[in-house]
């Protein structure tokens, strides 16, 4: 599976992945400080979502995306 390019594709599809399927999806963070690299993938076994920086800005817009995932996972968000 290819690295998506834009960092807002990948948050909206990320949210949609895991709403269609919440029991199934997996959200995964790894960095690598050798390259200085994040790399974040969502996966429902079906559909796999990865998303590649080496920005340290995109640490805000990942924390941003956790913490909505986070509201979707302990209960109703608006």
């Known amino acids: ?9 990948f948050a909206r599809e990320a949210e949609r992945l895991y709403l269609e399927n919440p029991g199934k999806a997996r959200f995964v963070v790894k960095y690598r400080h050798k390259d200085g690299e994040l790399v974040i993938k969502i996966t429902d076994d079906v559909v796999c979502l990865k998303y590649r920086t080496d ?3 995109d640490v805000k817009k990942l924390e941003k995306l956790s913490n909505s995932l986070m509201r979707h996972m302990v ?4």
Do not use: A, F, R
């Open 55 to 57: 920005q340290s800005q």
């Open 75 to 78: 209960g109703k968000s608006s």
């Open 1 to 9: 599976m290819p690295y998506l390019v834009s960092w807002e594709v």
